[in-house]
C-alpha cells in the first residue's frame, strides 16, 4: 500500500510540476538528422544518476540563428521518445524539459545532432515540506519514510508552495543576502557558509544545514525562505537525493 500511494505522489507532483513550466515547444522529440549547429555541452553529463524531473541543458558552441532547427535536432528517448519542452536562457543554450517526468529507474538517452549522453533515473526519490507542521519527509522507493523536523520561511519570507526539482546541489555554498535583495548592513543581512545544499529555486530557495535553527526546527519557521535541516538530517539528504528529484512544499 505504501509504495501505491508513493507512486501516486510521485505521478501527482511530476505532473504538477510540468503543468507551471515554461516553454516554447511541445511534444515527443523528433529523431536528429545532421547536427544543427556544433555542441559546446550536455547537461547532466554523460553517466549522471537523476530524479524523474531533470531537465537537459544544451550549449551550442555558437549563437544560434534557427532554434526550431536547433531542437528539431535534440532527442530525448527511454526505449521510445519521451515528451518535453524547450525553453531558451540565451541564444546558445536551451533548456529541455520532459512533460510528465521521465521514467523511474531507466536508461535514458540524449542525442543532439552527432553527440550522445546516457543517463540512469532513480526510483523516484520525493520530499514533502510542510509549511505547517514543520517537517521534510523525504521518500526513497523501498525504503520507510524519513521524517525530519525543519523550519521553513519566516511570514513576510515564506518559502513558495508547489513542486519543485532539484537543480543544483552544493557540498558547501556561499549564502549572501545581497542575492536576494538584502543588503549586508540589514539586520536581516547575512553572508556565511551553507553546507549540504540543495537548490530549488534559480531566486535562491534551498534545502540545506541549518545548525543555528536547530531548537526552532519542528516546531517554527524562522529563515529567509529556505528550509534549515539539521546537520546530520541535511547530510543524510545530500547524499541520497540527485538533482531532478522532486520536493513539493504546503501548507
Not at 83 to 112: H, I, K, M, Y
Not at 171 to 195: A, C, M, N, W
Not at 200 to 229: E, M, R
Request: with cysteine; aromatic share 8%.
Amino acid at each position: 500500500m505504501r509504495n501505491t500511494m508513493q507512486n501516486l505522489f510521485l505521478a501527482t507532483v511530476v505532473t504538477a510540476f510540468a503543468i507551471f513550466l515554461p516553454g516554447t515547444a511541445t511534444g515527443a522529440m523528433t529523431t536528429p538528422s545532421s547536427p544543427a549547429y556544433p555542441v559546446e555541452s550536455v547537461a547532466p553529463a554523460d553517466g549522471s544518476i537523476v530524479g524523474v524531473a531533470a531537465p537537459v541543458t544544451v550549449r551550442f558552441a555558437a549563437a544560434v540563428g534557427d532554434r526550431a532547427r536547433a531542437e528539431q535536432s535534440v532527442s530525448v528517448t527511454a526505449g521510445a521518445a519521451l515528451p518535453g519542452t524547450f525553453a531558451w536562457n540565451s541564444d546558445r543554450e536551451v533548456v529541455w524539459t520532459p512533460s510528465g517526468g521521465l521514467p523511474a529507474a531507466s536508461r535514458v538517452t540524449v542525442q543532439v545532432g552527432t553527440t550522445q549522453t546516457r543517463l540512469e533515473t532513480d526510483g523516484g526519490i520525493t520530499a514533502d515540506a510542510d509549511l505547517s507542521a514543520h517537517t521534510f519527509t523525504v521518500f526513497v522507493p523501498g525504503e520507510p519514510p524519513r521524517v525530519m523536523p525543519a523550519s521553513m520561511g519566516r511570514p513576510g519570507r515564506e518559502t513558495p508552495t508547489g513542486s519543485f526539482p532539484v537543480l543544483e546541489k552544493f557540498r558547501s555554498i556561499i549564502f549572501d543576502s545581497r542575492t536576494i535583495g538584502i543588503p549586508l548592513d540589514d539586520p536581516d543581512g547575512y553572508l556565511l557558509t551553507g553546507e549540504y545544499a540543495e537548490r530549488l529555486t534559480w531566486s535562491g530557495v534551498f534545502v540545506h544545514s541549518a545548525p543555528w535553527s536547530v531548537d526552532q526546527q519542528g516546531n517554527s519557521n524562522v529563515s529567509h525562505g529556505c528550509i534549515n535541516l539539521a546537520p546530520d538530517d541535511a547530510a543524510w539528504y545530500y547524499e541520497n537525493v540527485n538533482v531532478g528529484d522532486v520536493v513539493t512544499s504546503h501548507w
